[in-house]
């Protein structure tokens, strides 16, 4: 089983920076996209963040374009987010996950994603 362990969420005032990391198990990680998504109270899933296999490609909501990047190391089998220049409604609980298919694109529907992470709070105060 694939475990992706999320941390470095927490409480930021806007105006500041956040780094996620998510470690994974997968021996495949390598091969995979991997991306972030982020769910606030009463509203869906949505995609943040997501990188291919190779890091040759990389995708972000119009929300976070020029405040996050994400970035990846497959030795360590890590993806991490960088978040800058918070605003408040960057606050939600944020999810790491793992494409299902191999040396794919980035997908922005979740049901393309196999694997979770249990999500990291964040909350970002105005």
């Known amino acids: 089983q694939v475990q992706l362990v999320e941390s470095g969420g927490g409480l930021a005032q806007a105006g500041g920076s956040l780094r996620l990391s998510c470690a994974a198990s997968?021996?495949?990680?390598?091969?995979?996209?991997m991306a972030w998504f982020r769910q606030a109270p009463g509203k869906e899933r949505e995609l943040v963040a997501g990188i291919t296999w190779s890091a040759a490609a990389t995708y972000y909501a119009d929300s976070v374009k020029g405040r996050f990047t994400i970035s990846r190391d497959n030795a360590k089998k890590m993806v991490d987010l960088q978040m800058n220049s918070l605003k408040p409604d960057d606050t939600a609980v944020y999810y790491c996950?793992?494409?299902?298919?191999?040396?794919?694109?980035?997908?922005?529907?979740?049901?393309?994603?196999?694997?979770w992470g249990q999500g990291t709070q964040v909350t970002v105060s105005s």
């Open positions: 996950a793992e494409a299902r298919a191999r040396y794919g694109m980035v997908y922005r529907n979740t049901h393309e994603y196999e694997y």
């Open positions: 997968d021996v495949s990680f390598g091969s995979h996209t």
